[in-house]
């Protein structure tokens, strides 16, 4: 399988976007979630196989010196194939003049981070608005 990419969110299918997501356990994606959180973003990689999504990544960017990635999903009958380093590392070649690039993991998910070279932050701080996120991110 040859997986091709796009930077674009032009043409997507907003219902497989969905899908993948819900491929993972992430049920609270509904289309137009989806859709405003990619148009949201100033950094997309979508994965295709052939002209079927597979996977994606978005990133939000000042530009200049910070940026954070969100939402590395690869479809679950598409893991482990590489598909996600190579969003991570499309992402990252779209985000090459930044200073420091952030990201936020699912937890269970910081060795795949790992192995593309990202390192846990002496300084990183979140405050989460809904409580029952708190207990799954943070200390």
């Not at 090459?96 to 993991?105: E, G, T, Y």
């Not at 192995?115 to 200390?139: D, H, I, N, S, V």
Request: proline content about 1%; glycine content about 6%.
């Amino acid at each position: 399988m040859k997986v091709s990419f796009s930077n674009s969110i032009e043409n997507v299918e907003w219902s497989r976007m969905k899908e993948i997501y819900r491929s993972v356990g992430w049920k609270n994606h509904d289309e137009e979630k989806v859709k405003k959180v990619f148009q949201s973003s100033n950094v997309v990689a979508v994965a295709y196989d052939e002209n079927k999504i597979v996977g994606f990544g978005r990133a939000l960017s000042d530009g200049v010196f910070n940026a954070a990635i969100y939402d590395v999903v690869v479809d679950k009958h598409y893991q482990n194939q590489g598909i996600g380093q190579q969003i991570i590392e499309n992402l990252l070649a779209q985000l090459n003049d930044i200073s420091c690039v952030h990201l936020v993991s699912t937890a269970g998910n910081e060795e795949f981070y790992r192995k593309a070279g990202f390192r846990k932050m002496k300084t990183g701080m979140a405050r989460y608005l809904k409580p029952a996120l708190e207990e799954e991110y943070l200390e």
